[in-house]
């Protein structure tokens, strides 16, 4: 994660890692009775809804600060956007085939709906379809990338547009005037579904792609303020204390939303917070920028694309022994089960690459042998 100047960002690393985790909690009440406990209700429950909007601020943010030049056609958009998907594809083709034992009664029940469905998650359009059993089928977390796919055809326009205008606007007030215009617009989209009673609220403001540029959009300007104030005086007493509140921020949404409403707890109400907290920890000149750059944390962050996409799979794993175990009357913490899911989550990294690399030596030897005949 780079600045414009190709300077790593380490902090903002460390702090996708931490966003994860809010994830992987959140998924944890799979296993067991883990969903009926108070810490979970109380704290955890709202770790995903969290995560997620930080995460496609983050990306914005991120996407900013590239600083791309191309013009916005069709050519170059689709030349991105492959590119882009291709980049995780592999790796959710692999845990889309791995998930599937943990479902195959209901693929077995039904086979032509299973396969449609497998279908829909393979051309990433599964986030297109208010239906639970479609959006959240299979590997559910990659109604994420099916999202994001989407956003990727914002991506050359928007730089083009910003190129444009901060030639003429002074960037400052332009780009905070538009952020608070794109919270409004949220607002007021929540407002006329509350208003209209719309069912399925949650996929409406939680999965539908469009409804997600709204995040994307205010990361991406928030990055573009970003690179044109980049030069902060600011010591390391005060970044720490920004930093603080930032933690608190994170925190206290947490513990806010089992009291609001899906209509404001999907996206809207994170927007504010993700930018300061995203802000203020790109600034990086504090302790906690410290901790989140260690290289610990910095790696997590760099692998936080595949614990997305393994960490749901290897929990429903883990689930799935829970419960055939106390078939056998064998008892055994919740808590020991969720340990092992997180740990063989990220044990699990070296050897998909160990996979990977292995099958890219095979399609080198083949191409070689061809080549030879």
């Known amino acids: 994660m780079r600045d414009s100047k190709g300077k790593r960002i380490n902090s903002l690393q460390g702090l996708r890692a931490i966003l994860f985790v809010l994830i992987f909690t959140f998924h944890t009440s799979m296993i067991g009775n883990i969903s009926e406990s108070l810490i979970y209700i109380n704290f955890f429950r709202g770790g995903g809804a969290e ?21 916005p056609d069709i050519k170059n958009i689709t030349r991105l956007c492959i590119a882009k998907v291709k980049k995780f594809y ?38 297109w379809f208010p239906d639970e ?15 994001l796919a989407f956003l990727f055809l914002f991506i050359i326009p928007m730089h083009w547009i910003s190129n444009h205008l901060e030639q003429k606007w002074p960037t400052g007030r332009f780009y905070c005037g538009l952020l608070v215009i794109i919270w409004l617009l949220d607002f007021i989209l929540a407002i006329l579904l509350l208003k209209k009673n719309v069912s399925n609220i949650k996929y409406y403001l939680y999965a539908f792609p469009p409804s997600r540029l709204f995040d994307y959009a205010s990361g991406f300007i928030l990055g573009r303020f970003f690179i044109c104030h980049k030069k902060y005086e600011i010591s390391e007493k005060k970044a720490t204390f920004l930093e603080i509140i930032s933690v608190n921020i994170i925190i206290g949404y947490l513990l806010i939303f089992p009291y609001i409403s899906d209509y404001f707890s999907r996206s809207i109400m994170y927007l504010p917070g993700a930018a300061l907290v995203i802000y203020v920890f790109a600034i990086g000149k504090g302790k906690i920028s410290g901790f989140f750059s260690s290289p610990l944390m910095v790696a997590a962050g760099n692998n936080s694309l595949y614990y997305m996409m393994s960490h749901q799979v290897v929990i429903r794993y883990c689930s799935l022994i829970y419960k055939n175990l106390l078939k056998f009357n064998i008892r055994s913490s919740e808590l020991i089960w969720v340990f092992a899911a997180f740990v063989v989550t990220f044990a699990s990294k070296p050897i998909y690459d160990m ?15 061809n080549h030879q005949t």
């Not at 791995?98 to 998650?121: C, D, F, H, Y």
């Not at 059993?133 to 999202?147: A, D, E, G, K, P």
């Open 51 to 71: 995560a997620v909007a930080f995460f496609f601020v983050l990306s914005g943010f991120i996407e900013a600060l590239h600083q791309r030049k191309e013009v």
């Open 90 to 127: 592999g790796l959710h083709v692999f845990f889309l085939l791995a998930v599937i034992p943990t479902v195959i009664i209901s693929v077995v029940k039904a086979p032509l709906q299973a396969g449609e469905r497998m279908i829909i998650n393979l051309l990433l359009l599964q986030s």
């Open 133 to 147: 059993q479609i959006w959240l089928s299979y590997n559910s977390v990659t109604w994420f990338i099916s999202t």
């Open 355 to 369: 996979l990977c690399f292995k099958l890219r030596r095979l399609q080198l030897d083949w191409k070689s042998m």
